[in-house]
């Protein structure tokens, strides 16, 4: 698992809808994920209904391309991924 080049982003349309869904698979490939970042648009009595998650991920293609497929799954998720190569 050397290969940690990879930044996958996931956006939550309908984050309180999706949440759960998307933190099962982020779970279930939680061995693959170095870095975790979610943003989402916050204040004191209001939480946004839109998201995002942004990875950092190690492992091979195949590995990658599942979990990318299995969040494409769930309704209003988006994702799009690419690999750093400098």
């Known amino acids: 698992m050397d290969n940690c080049s ?4 996931i956006l939550q349309e309908k984050r309180v809808e999706t949440a759960a ?20 648009d916050a204040v004191v009595n ?7 998650i942004i990875l950092q991920l190690c492992g091979d293609d195949l ?9 494409k799954a769930i309704p209003d998720v988006k994702v799009k991924y690419m690999t750093l190569d400098f």
């Open 21 to 40: 869904g998307v933190q099962d698979v982020l779970t279930k490939y939680g061995c693959y994920i170095r870095v975790r970042l979610g943003l989402h």
């Open 63 to 71: 590995v990658i391309s599942d979990m990318e497929n299995e969040l």
């Open 46 to 52: 209001e939480c946004s209904n839109s998201g995002m």
């Open 6 to 9: 990879i930044i996958m982003v």
